[in-house]
């Protein structure tokens, strides 16, 4: 299979012109590695060292500072957590180079880490001020379709009026979708590299980064947040589900964030008297992965189990609008709406100036009036900053349903 060029490299590349330390960060296997050798070869010429060498990854833990400031060249450090007393030498050789090389400071480090460093504070804390920090998510669906990666800016301006007819199947695009090791392999393959992937992960990536009691704990925990994904996220339920204390649990699930299995979609809400279910929504970081973890198969789900592949869909459009706005120009969060008297909509796409844009997710080929009454609502709390809200489906045509209100083709994602 052929590199599949990936929508982070320019903003990776932009970043470091523009500080001295740049950390790429994202779950492992989602192509670190290959991203930042890529750059070495033909944009970033840099030493590169990877810590998952036991040679290397001793001399720095030795004498952190020395391994920096020996070298004069820009320098790739491949899975950076793996050595935490790192991150405060950096600072020490960062600001000297900026006192004795300012001209030369930016683009001396380049790191990567399979743990999210802002779940970090030991870690990050030092880097404040000196560090850009891009996380690489496995492929996106445009990334492995061939689409543009506009997504984001269409839905704001609301305008699919070049929507492409796409042969790609849902289905096919969910087996693309996911890490490049697995992307489009067979159901077999895919089982076998997701258990030895969560064998390492939650085995000996988790004991470097914490100091867990029960962490045999963790793969049960993963599979009742798999069994979850898309639902509200209730702590003291999970916990009873497991056998932990509310905080316990609460930080357990912390610790799959920061491995990048998991994710939260914060709720939205305006403090203008209107109450509204302010409780996260919880989604797995890959939907083939949590389709392995509850042993479904897709195409089965899909004729079987309508209700449970909606959840599948719905855990798919979450990841591709995370990695969406990681590489995007566009800044906005990713956030959801329920209301008291259980209104709902699934992602609202929160803009720095307020603005607003709202998705709905149907997996069948079919849309009514129906599916659009949780962006009216949020459209009357919202006001002028609502700019327009679609329900992606199954279906082929963009189809009209009132003024900022379309419903839309699923495959828009990718194009």
Avoid at 40 to 54: E, G, L, Q, R, T
Avoid at 305 to 312: A, E, M, R, S, T
Wanted: proline fraction near 5%.
């Amino acid at each position: 299979m052929p590199q599949t060029p990936r929508k982070l490299s320019e903003n990776v590349l932009f970043a470091l012109n523009n500080s001295p330390v740049v950390f790429v960060n994202g779950p492992r296997q989602a192509g670190k590695t290959t991203l930042v050798q890529a750059l070495a070869a033909k944009n970033y010429p840099a030493d590169y060292i990877s810590f998952d060498n036991a040679t290397q990854m001793a001399a720095a833990a030795a004498s952190p500072e020395t391994f920096l400031s020996s070298r004069k060249e820009p320098v790739i450090i491949d899975e950076v957590q793996m050595v935490p007393e790192i991150f405060r030498a950096l600072k020490m050789v960062v600001d000297n180079l900026r006192q004795t090389d300012k001209k030369n400071a930016n683009g001396r480090f380049l790191l990567t880490g399979s743990a999210n460093i802002m779940a970090l504070p030991k870690l990050s804390d030092p880097l404040v001020g000196r560090m850009s920090v891009k996380t690489l998510l496995p492929f996106a669906g445009c990334e492995t379709l061939g689409g543009k990666g506009d997504f984001l800016e269409r839905l704001f301006s609301l305008d699919f009026s070049n929507a492409k007819k796409d042969k790609t199947a849902l289905n096919d695009a969910i087996r693309l979708a996911t890490f490049p090791e697995i992307s489009g392999k067979k159901s077999r393959v895919r089982s076998e590299w997701f258990d030895g992937y969560l064998t390492t992960i939650l085995q000996r990536d988790v004991r470097v980064i914490s100091e867990l009691e029960k962490i045999a704990l963790l793969p049960t925990l993963l599979r009742i947040l798999a069994a979850r994904a898309g639902n509200l996220m209730n702590d003291a339920s999970i916990a009873r589900d497991i056998g932990l204390n509310p905080v316990t649990s609460k930080n357990y699930r912390g610790i799959l964030h920061a491995m990048f299995l998991t994710f939260d979609v914060q709720p939205w809400y305006r403090n203008i008297g209107k109450r509204l279910v302010k409780s996260p929504k919880g989604y797995l970081g890959d939907t083939l992965l949590l389709c392995h973890l509850l042993e479904w198969n897709l195409d089965d789900l899909r004729e079987r189990k309508p209700d449970l592949y909606g959840h599948v869909v719905e855990n798919f459009v979450a990841t591709e609008l995370m990695k969406l706005l990681s590489f995007s120009d566009l800044r906005a969060q990713l956030l959801h709406l329920r209301t008291s008297d259980n209104k709902e909509v699934d992602f609202v796409l929160e803009r720095p100036d307020g603005r607003l844009a709202a998705i709905e997710v149907k997996s069948s080929d079919s849309v009514s009036s129906k599916d659009f009454k949780g962006m009216k609502a949020l459209q009357d709390i919202a006001g002028n900053d609502f700019t327009g809200g679609i329900v992606l489906y199954a279906g082929k045509d963009v189809v009209p349903f009132g003024e900022k209100l379309l419903a839309v083709p699923v495959n828009a994602l990718w194009q």
